[in-house]
């Protein structure tokens, strides 16, 4: 489905288009645009038959090439919809999101060279793509390596575990340009994290990371763990978002009262990030 923003009382509206019953001609004009969302249940393989057929038969090419912004989430196109518009090239956009397709892992090679031949993007976000990661994860990171323009980069709920905190390792201190790495929801060991931080404070001050994202790995750590955590972020200098692991009331309650015994600054800011922890989920 493609959003029409038009001006209204000087506000932005947005126009639902089913794009699956939509004709040739209004689908037409609704690809010349800078930002093009399909983000329906309906959109399936023959809705991107019929975007590549008039993007390769028409003069659409041109638009395709010039959009800024392209977002896939939660559609039914799978891997072989994705692959149609993969071929239509995406190295010209600034920002690609991707979710809930069910992309598998034989896609991720040719998804990563164009992200490597990029100058113009700028973030990158892949959601719940399970599979597109299981055998691929190596050779994806050895294609960002050779990007020079990827500011943001966040892969989550993608089942990443310990092979890919490698090839996230290795890949960390090549880039200069990323400020910010959102690994969410994922399957990382505290030896994985652990793998991380090291990477990172190994980067010391060269490049412009700023942002690492750690929150809610599966399984959830522990409250040792998540201190432990702490004290290396603290003793390395750095600061990786890590303390919503241990947001469930009764690890909130254990963890006031075995603070409530301390006094010094450290503790108190940890404890306060608890009780905000514990309002908000409540």
Request: charge should be negative.
């Given at each position: 489905n493609q959003y029409n923003k038009s001006i209204n009382n000087n506000e932005l509206n947005y126009k639902w288009i089913p794009v699956s019953i939509t004709s040739e001609s209004e689908l037409h004009r609704l690809i010349n645009t800078?930002?093009?969302?399909?983000?329906?249940?309906s959109i399936n393989l023959s809705?991107?038959?019929?975007?590549?057929?008039?993007?390769?038969?028409t003069d659409l090419i041109d638009c395709w090439l010039s959009m800024k912004s392209l977002l896939i989430y939660?559609?039914?196109?799978?891997?072989?919809?994705?692959?149609?518009?993969?071929?239509?090239g995406i190295s010209h956009l600034k920002k690609l999101s991707l979710g809930y397709i069910g992309i598998k892992s034989h896609v991720c090679k040719?998804?990563?060279?164009?992200?490597?031949?990029?100058?113009?993007?700028?973030?990158?976000?892949?959601?719940?793509?399970?599979?597109?990661?299981?055998?691929?994860?190596?050779?994806f990171m050895k294609y960002l390596q050779r990007n020079k323009s990827l500011q943001l980069l966040s892969i989550r709920r993608c089942n990443l575990s310990t092979i890919a905190a490698q090839a996230i390792s290795r890949y960390?201190?090549?880039?200069?340009?990323?400020?910010?790495?959102?690994?969410?929801?994922?399957?990382?060991?505290?030896?994985?994290?652990?793998?991380?931080?090291?990477?990172?404070?190994n980067k010391g001050g060269k490049g412009r990371l700023q942002h690492v994202h750690l929150l809610n790995q599966n399984p959830l750590l522990t409250t040792s763990q998540v201190f432990e955590l702490e004290k290396w972020n603290k003793q390395l200098g750095i600061s990786i978002?890590?303390?919503?692991?241990?947001?469930?009331?009764?690890?909130?309650?254990?963890?006031?009262?075995?603070i409530d015994d301390r006094n010094d600054t450290y503790n108190r800011v940890i404890k306060n990030a608890l009780v905000d922890l514990k309002h908000k989920y409540q």
């Open positions: 800078d930002h093009f969302v399909l983000t329906s249940p809705v991107c038959k019929r975007i590549n057929y008039l993007v390769n038969s939660g559609t039914n196109i799978k891997s072989k919809g994705f692959e149609m518009l993969l071929s239509n040719e998804l990563g060279k164009q992200i490597s031949m990029s100058s113009t993007i700028i973030s990158l976000y892949l959601d719940n793509e399970s599979k597109l990661f299981n055998e691929s994860i190596n050779d960390i201190p090549t880039t200069n340009q990323l400020t910010s790495l959102i690994l969410n929801d994922n399957n990382f060991t505290i030896n994985d994290i652990k793998l991380l931080i090291v990477s990172i404070a978002t890590i303390i919503t692991n241990i947001i469930k009331s009764a690890v909130c309650e254990y963890e006031l009262e075995k």
